[in-house]
């Protein structure tokens, strides 16, 4: 874990002084509520007003959700036993670089596509080998989907979803990169038809990876150059959490 600081640490220095030039920021972030599209038989979130300013001067609620709901954090403790928990995270393992994979073309035609090793060799040929610290987020403009539950998930029952996700040879490949992260703009990181989630179980948490899924509005980062902050909370034993998350970006 040491090691792979040094390397983020190392990753995220070089892209801020990308942005000494200035920045922007952008919300990669859903509103989470009880409108909030849920994965399919999780627990709906609920929220109790438990004082109210008319009772008792102030106001606050019980907020009860499922750890993966909305824009939210996978620990890998999410897939495998003894993995590192949410709480786990240094600061400098969630501000970190991040290279923005667009498959929008493909989703298009396919609910289910994924992001394949030539997918990542056409991005590394255009914009160079993804360096080790860095986060890979995939854009498929499924986010635009959200207005509609069915059209978002692509099914109304628990089984046969249909979204885009990574695909198990891309994600070793990304391994292997060194990336610390994966992210996605769908419900997953493993595509609607994989219900066996290879990537999360065989290869991303396994190698220590966390990811973010649920993100919003990532056709507007570029492709290399965005800082990600994952504000992910610090709860003991934590398999995810909803997340606020939101990216540096180079006004240039």
């Not at 109790?48 to 019980?62: E, I, L, P």
């Not at 046969?160 to 994966?182: N, S, T, Y």
């Not at 504000?231 to 034993?237: C, E, L």
């Amino acid at each position: 874990m040491a090691q792979r600081t040094s390397t983020v640490i190392a990753a995220r220095d070089a892209a801020f002084a990308v942005l000494s030039g200035g920045f922007r920021l952008v919300d990669l972030t859903d509103v989470l509520g009880t409108e909030t599209i849920l994965w399919p038989g999780a627990p709906p979130l609920e929220i109790v007003d438990a004082v109210t300013h008319d009772a008792h001067g102030y106001h606050a609620r019980v907020f009860t959700t499922f750890e993966h709901a909305g824009t939210h954090f996978d620990a890998p403790e999410h897939f495998v036993p003894g993995g590192a928990d949410a709480a786990s995270f240094s600061i400098d393992d969630l501000v970190v670089p991040a290279v923005v994979i667009d498959i929008s073309g493909k989703a298009a035609a396919d609910p289910n596509a994924v992001v394949e090793p030539d997918d990542v060799i056409v991005f590394e040929k255009e914009h160079g080998t993804i360096p080790a610290g860095n986060a890979v987020l995939m854009l498929s403009g499924w986010a635009r989907r959200k207005s509609s539950a069915l059209s978002y998930i692509g099914s109304e029952g628990t089984t046969d979803l249909k979204f885009p996700g990574f695909g198990v040879e891309a994600a070793r490949m990304l391994v292997d990169r060194g990336v610390v992260g994966l992210g996605v703009d769908t419900l997953g990181i493993d595509p609607g038809d994989k219900p066996d989630f290879p990537v999360h179980r065989t290869v991303s948490h396994p190698a220590g990876l966390w990811h973010l899924e649920n993100l919003m509005n990532l056709e507007q980062l570029p492709a290399t150059g965005g800082v990600i902050v994952v504000g992910v909370p610090r709860i003991a034993g934590g398999t995810g959490f909803p997340t606020r998350v939101f990216a540096f970006v180079p006004k240039q």
